[in-house]
Structures are given as C-alpha cells and as structure tokens.
C-alpha cells in the first residue's frame, strides 16, 4: 500500500527537522567546546605573561634552586622570610606552563592566585602551608570556575563556593593556582576528555600518565606542582603516582572532607571514594595531611571525625609487622612489579621488620560483586545519565555493556562463561539490582570486611605491603583494560588507607621475562595487558603500602620507612644508562597548544609573545 503524497512529504519534513535541529544542538554543543579551549589557551598565556613580568623584574632569581627544595624546607624557608613567596610562586607557574604545554595537564590557570600572593603578610601565626602553590584536580570545587568532569554540560558553569578542602588549605596560607586535566566521568585510569583532550605521560609520552587524577601526576611528576590533590575510587590517586613515578595517599574515605568534591557516580555508597594528595615525597604528604587534619576541617565539614594527624605513631621507630603478597591471581604482575615487591620485602627484612605472607581469596569475586557491582548497582543508569546530550560516549571500553538491557547482559553472560569468565561476571555485575539485593551488597560487602580484618589481626599485622600497577601502560590501553584496577580498587572497597611509594625501574631483564606473560586467564585482557606492558625500561615501578581504617599516619610512617630504604639501595647501585625517550610521533602529538603550535597561537595584542621565560619544548616533528 503506498503512502498518499501528502502523509509521505510530512514524514520527510519531519525527519529533516529533526537532523536539522539534531546538527544545531551539535554546532552549539561544539561551540562550547572550542570557548573552553580558547580559555584554556588563554589560561596558558596569562601564565606565560605572568611569569615574563616577573623575570624581567628578577632577572637574579635561581628558579632552579627553588624547584629543587623538598616541601618541608620549602615551607620553613617562606614562613622564616628568607625565601620571598613571589619568587616560589612564579618559579611554579613558569615549571607549570612547561608541563601544560608539554603533556597538557593543566585545563585553568587560577589568575586570582596572583592576587592572593600579593596581599600575603607574613605577620603573625603563619599556616603550615603558607606561601606553597598548589594544584586541583578538575573535580574539587574552586569559587569562581567550573568543574567539568570532562562534560560539555558543565562548562560555563562556575562554582559559587571553594570545597572545604580548598578553604582549609587557604586558611594554612597555601596558594591553588591551576586546575588539571582528568578522563570524561573520572570513570577511568586514563587521562582524555572531548574538551581538553589527551594528558601524557611527562616521563614518557607515548604512556599514560594514569587517571582520574592524571592531570596532576603529569604536572606533579613533571616538576610543575609541589603538592596537588585529587580523588581515588578505584585507584585514581594510585595509578597517576605510579605511573609518574611520584607518591600518593588514598586516606580512609571520611579523614578528609569530601564537601565540594564532586563524584563521577553521585550517591554510590558501596565503594568508598576519598580526597588524598599528590608529591613528589612521603614527608610532603606528612606535611599536607598534618596541614589538613585541623579544627578548620573538623568545624567546616562535620561529618569528619575530629582526629588530628598522630605524631607520635607517623614519629615511630618500632619495628613493624608487615604482611605481604606478591599476586592477587587475577591480574598477572608484571616481572618489574613482582620483582618490586621482593627487593622492598628484602629490604625491610634486612632494616630489622618482621614480613609475613598473606594471601588473597577469591578476588574475582571481590572485585566484580563488590567493586564493580557496588559502583553500578543501578544498572549503569546514574552513570549513563552523565553523557545525556553530550557529543561522545565514555572511551570506558565496555561502554556498549553498560548500555544493554538486563537479559540480554544475562544471555550474553550466559554465552561468555565457558571461554571468557571475567566478561560473564563483568556483564552479571553491571545489571540492575532491586532494593533488596542492593541492602544485601552492602551486608555482604560488611561481611567480607570483617572477615579480612580477622585474617589482619590473627596474623597479628601492622601494616601490608602490596602489588600496584605498573609500569605506566599505553595511552589507550586503560580503557581496554578496566579489570586491571583489582590491586587498587579492593582497597576502596575496604576502605582501608592506602599509598604508593616508587621503589624501582623496569629493567632489560624485566622485559625480556616479559615475552613469557600469559596471565592467569588467556583471555582477551591477559593479552593485552602482556602488549601493554612492553617498551618501559626506565619507567618507575612502585609498590602500595596499606593499613587499617583511620590509620592514616602508621600508613604514612610505613611509606616513609620503604621510600628511604629503597633510596638508599638506589644511592649505593651505579646510575644506569637507560632512560625513557619520546618519539617525534609522540612529540608531536602532545604539541597541541599555541606555544607549540603556531597554527593555533592567539594572535591578539594579548597573545603576542615576549621572550620565553622557560626554553620551550621541542619542536614539533
């Protein structure tokens, strides 16, 4: 039966409408998205403005004995008077323009910061953090700019109110003065979003610099920030430390207020998410948390148990008990990372600690009913409903699953199971739950944490030593490999703190063994993973270290006992010779921003470029 000619041409005005109107929601959406990117590069200019003035008004400043003091002499040295605060703080915002325009990790240049440097007084009780730049993961509200999670919805949308982590850091005389780069969702251990793009690595930049965090261990990492701060759901303080070669603290959820922070999954109780800070050593995170832990925090968020930072226990010199494990027999280390858990068991032996195996149960069950399932009890549904109306999907590799209806989720875990089991239980865990079955999690989730911290106390531990991550993986790669979060995320699950201390380097040797990687499963992620691993001679290797819940301080003490013993094996070896390198392929592709890429330089009277006062990069081949 044929249409009559009237219906027909209705159908197709119609149809043409909605692609007409469907292309001018994509133009305005792209609009919008090139306005923060020229903000961005805006950003970059103030910094490099900002930074000309001041050298040219110091041209006697040593910036590089200023980037080469460790935060605790640093601080001693603003709060005395002998070191002028503008001298640190346009040292940093120079180191930091050559970051954001070598890995782009820096998304906002906070020029309000300038004006905080120059109403600073040092005149009566000064903060612990006085005069010390800081940087900002993109999801910890600062008045005045937006927090974007990498979503175009939020752009333009700036904050009414600092978070409480920001005002209390204010109050401690510290300066934030740039925001950093983080995956779209913070759902990722990967650094890349549609607004702001693609972060590498600074140590090499064909590899990731992690995520969520990513933004801030490249800039930290690099040199460009003295203390940053983040967040960590599955890792995401971890994995930037790690793959940066820089330290981390993922405290219990509640030490540090979570007010202003925002989530990638709101609401989600199952799994705990804190705020932690990023530095290149274990004695500035001391610093940082001694900083934070204060009547500020305790009265601006009460939810915060009102538990100052322990000197005593973090002052300690008894030896500890430490248990350990080499494997958690679903994610294969990789020869450096099981190597880095023998030498730093060998090497506390030998400091006079006392080591004890501990062995992991059934974590494939741990992570996909508990951390996978706790975090998508909805069936994906809140975390979907983040990319309504966006112009790209998560790069999450099993977006696709996430989308798919709860019986097909069954029939195609039902198919997977006999050849690819993880796939089976990832696609059952990610289904929607009743009510009922969420309170049951929750109970059985409370189960399996009391049951671990029997195993903890009959084996009469301290503290644990633990697999992370490791070496940096393959831009890209994190998203194909979403299972690899089992040594970071048990521990959010838990709710245990946890930290990250580089310990070692990949080897020759470490990647020759690498040819044997099978993984303990065969499947499409043991292979990939084994492709992902290769090529790191050079890059860092780090280990976690763990303790109970609000033990924050006896983590960091740990941390601090593995990082100076680890220095002195490195102080008493000879250097050696290899050393990540980028290609020109990988050069090229991190030289996206105007200082690097004349095509895309502002060409107002406020973009005209001066003098550089940093050697730039190199040039883009």
């Known amino acids: 039966m044929r249409l009559p000619l009237p219906a027909l041409l209705c159908c197709t005005a119609a149809s043409l409408l909605l692609l007409l109107l469907?292309?001018?929601?994509?133009?305005?959406?792209?609009?919008?998205?090139?306005?923060?990117?020229?903000?961005?590069?805006?950003?970059?200019?103030?910094?490099?403005?900002?930074?000309?003035?001041?050298?040219?008004?110091?041209p006697s400043v040593n910036v590089t004995s200023i980037l080469n003091l460790p935060l605790p002499e640093l601080t001693e040295k603003l709060r005395d008077g002998s070191l002028p605060l503008e001298h640190v703080f346009y040292a940093y915002v120079g180191k930091a323009l050559q970051m954001a325009t070598e890995t782009n990790c820096i998304t906002e240049y906070l020029q309000e910061s300038e004006t905080q440097v120059q109403k600073a007084k040092p005149a009566g009780k000064l903060g612990l953090l006085y005069?010390?730049?800081v940087s900002l993961k993109d999801s910890i509200d600062c008045q005045g700019h937006d927090t974007t999670l990498g979503f175009i919805k939020n752009i333009n949308k700036p904050v009414a109110e600092d978070s409480?982590?920001?005002?209390?850091?204010?109050?401690?005389?510290?300066?934030p003065f740039v925001k950093t780069n983080i995956p779209q969702s913070l759902i990722s251990y990967d650094c890349?979003?549609?607004?702001?793009?693609?972060?590498?690595?600074?140590?090499?930049?064909?590899?990731?610099?992690?995520?969520?965090?990513?933004?801030?261990?490249?800039?930290i990492g690099g040199g460009g920030s003295i203390l940053g701060f983040g967040t960590d759901l599955g890792g995401s303080l971890r994995f930037p430390a790690a793959f940066c070669g820089i330290c981390a603290l993922k405290p219990t959820g509640n030490r540090l207020s979570k007010k202003g922070v925002v989530s990638g999954i709101r609401g989600q109780k199952a799994v705990a998410a804190a705020v932690g800070p990023l530095a290149k050593d274990v004695e500035s995170l001391a610093l940082s948390m001694r900083a934070l832990l204060c009547e500020d925090m305790f009265s601006l968020d009460s939810s915060v148990p009102p538990l100052p930072f322990n000197e005593e226990v973090y002052s300690s010199t008894k030896p500890l008990r430490i248990g350990y494990y080499e494997t958690d027999f679903f994610t294969m280390p990789s020869p450096a990372m099981r190597r880095a858990i023998r030498e730093t068991k060998q090497l506390l032996e030998d400091a006079g600690?006392?080591?004890?195996?501990?062995?992991?149960?059934?974590?494939?069950?741990t992570l996909f009913n508990f951390c996978v399932k706790g975090v998508f009890a909805d069936g994906c549904a809140s975390f979907l409903g983040n990319f309504k109306g966006e112009l790209e999907e998560s790069s999450l590799g099993l977006f696709w699953l996430m989308k798919s209806p709860n019986w097909l989720k069954n029939v195609l875990s039902w198919i997977t199971k006999p050849f690819m089991p993880r796939l089976s239980a990832m696609l059952l865990s990610v289904r929607a739950n009743t009510v009922d079955e969420v309170w049951s999690l929750h109970h059985e989730i409370e189960e399996f944490s009391q049951q671990f911290v029997a195993q903890w106390k009959k084996l009469n531990l301290d503290v644990m030593l633990c697999p992370m991550l490791g070496p940096a993986l393959g831009i890209g790669y994190p998203a194909k490999l979403s299972v690899a979060v089992s040594y970071t995320m048990l521990y959010n699950a838990l709710d245990f703190p946890a930290g990250v201390v580089p310990v070692t380097m990949v080897t020759d040797e470490d990647e020759e063994e690498l040819k044997g990687y099978q993984g303990y499963y065969r499947d499409y992620w043991d292979r990939t993973m084994a492709k992902a691993f290769h090529g790191?001679?050079?890059?860092?290797?780090?280990?976690?270290?763990?303790a109970l819940p609000w033990q924050e301080e006896l983590c960091l003490r740990f941390m601090k006992e593995v990082e100076t013993l680890s220095h002195e094996k490195r102080a008493a070896q000879p250097p050696r010779s290899h050393k990540p390198r980028a290609s020109g392929k990988a050069r090229e592709q991190r030289c996206t921003t105007s200082l690097c890429n004349p095509q895309r330089r502002d060409d107002s009277e406020e973009g005209k470029r001066k003098e550089k006062p940093f050697p730039d990069p190199p040039p883009c081949q």
């Open 22 to 58: 469907r292309w001018r929601r994509r133009r305005g959406l792209w609009k919008k998205v090139r306005a923060a990117r020229q903000r961005q590069e805006r950003s970059l200019v103030q910094m490099e403005m900002a930074v000309q003035r001041f050298r040219e008004q110091h």
């Open 131 to 133: 005069g010390v730049p």
């Open 164 to 175: 409480v982590v920001v005002q209390v850091l204010r109050r401690q005389g510290a300066i």
């Open 192 to 219: 890349n979003n549609l607004i702001f793009g693609q972060t590498f690595n600074p140590l090499l930049y064909t590899r990731s610099p992690g995520g969520s965090t990513g933004g801030e261990g490249a800039l």
């Open 353 to 365: 600690h006392t080591l004890v195996p501990f062995e992991l149960m059934n974590m494939d069950y």
């Open 536 to 546: 790191t001679v050079g890059l860092p290797v780090a280990v976690q270290c763990v």
